[in-house]
């Protein structure tokens, strides 16, 4: 299969509509998206990933009148949270109205849903003029893309067209938040911040799987977002040993005069750690880097989300 190379959302929905797979850009990271209605669409973007079949998709809106044909009902919860966070990068889970097809959700009897804040996801989602079903566009357990040449990385020739834009602003995937019980829980710390979901409802918490081997949000148990490079978190620059000549460094912090590394990036901040992360991973992919040391940072804001995603890096 040739996979088209576009910036024309029309050109892009075209696909959709014809049953076929289309990634395309949003704040986050890239998606791979289907017609959230379309079994057969759906297979194939568990197919084109080798993803597991037990990881639940998210659907992704452009308008809240969708939330009717997805959700069999909003919940008090989840309508405080969208009213904050729609558009942006927060995803909800909701019980499952009987319309979407069960593949999406995995078996699941919720769905999960976000809207993006992001004018290219936007005019695409409206030019689909239907839901979208969406997972990360990268081959399963690889870092999520952040640019479209990322996701021609990973799937070029394997679906149907890449809708191009510039490098996603936030660069980690939404916070993904199941408000379908009396409690919020967190299933997946990502942009949206444990202190803002708690600014809004206060209950909020993160959850804790009793049992690893069968979570409630399935994505949990799979290891994710790894570069090929082993993974080595120091808590300060000066703790870095063991460098050889293909190792680099990510972090706040910049490196002793005295340690060199093949390829490095310092931080403005963490919303800058933020952005960088998938994309150095990849980049240090590329060139053959053995190690990569990435320093810690404190779990508040965004940090809780750059700490869980370097954690599960370096757990291989
Ligand atoms: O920022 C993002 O969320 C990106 C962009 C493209 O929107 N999408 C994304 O999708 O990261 P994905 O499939 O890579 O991650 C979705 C996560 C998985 O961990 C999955 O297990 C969880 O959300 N999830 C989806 N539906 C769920 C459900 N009904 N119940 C529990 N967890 C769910
Ligand atoms: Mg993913």
């Known amino acids: 299969m040739k996979t088209k190379i576009t910036s024309s959302v029309l050109e892009a929905a075209r696909f959709i509509l014809k049953g076929e797979l289309v990634a395309f850009p949003t704040e986050t990271v890239y998606g791979l998206g289907a017609n959230v209605f379309e079994e057969q669409a759906i297979q194939k973007i568990f197919d084109v990933k080798g993803r597991p079949a037990d990881n639940p998709l ?23 949270f969208i009213e904050h966070f729609f558009p942006g990068p927060l995803t909800v889970i909701l019980p499952r109205s009987k319309f979407v097809p069960k593949i999406v959700s995995a078996g699941l009897d919720t769905v999960a849903v976000r809207m993006p804040a992001h004018q290219v996801a936007h005019r695409f989602l409206e030019a689909c003029g239907v839901s979208i079903a969406a997972p990360s566009a990268n081959l399963s357990g690889r870092p999520s ?43 997946r710390i990502g942009a949206v911040s444990l202190e803002a979901l708690q600014s809004v409802v206060p209950e ?4 804790q799987p009793k049992n690893l081997k069968s979570p409630k949000s399935p994505g949990m148990k799979y290891r994710h977002y790894a570069p090929h490079a082993h993974v080595c978190i120091v808590h300060s620059p000066d703790d870095i040993q063991s460098l050889n000549s293909s190792s680099a460094y990510i972090g706040l912090h910049n490196l002793p005069s005295h340690i060199k590394v093949a390829k490095k990036h310092i931080c403005h901040d963490l919303n800058d750690y933020a952005h960088a992360l998938y994309h150095f991973f990849r980049e240090c992919d590329a060139v053959g880097i053995e190690k990569i040391f990435c320093e810690a940072v404190a779990e508040e804001g965004i940090g809780l989300a750059i700490m869980d995603r370097l954690r599960k890096a370096a757990a291989s």
């Open 145 to 187: 893309p952040t640019t479209w040449q990322a996701v021609k990385a990973d799937l070029d020739g394997k679906i149907s067209c890449i809708l191009k834009d510039e490098q996603s602003q936030i660069g980690l995937e939404s916070t993904v938040v199941d408000c379908t019980g009396k409690v919020p829980l967190v299933m």
């Open 204 to 207: 909020t918490r993160l959850y």
């Open 58 to 80: 998210i659907v992704h809106i452009a308008h809240f009148s969708e939330l009717g044909l997805l959700a069999k009902r909003l919940t008090p919860i989840a309508g405080k």
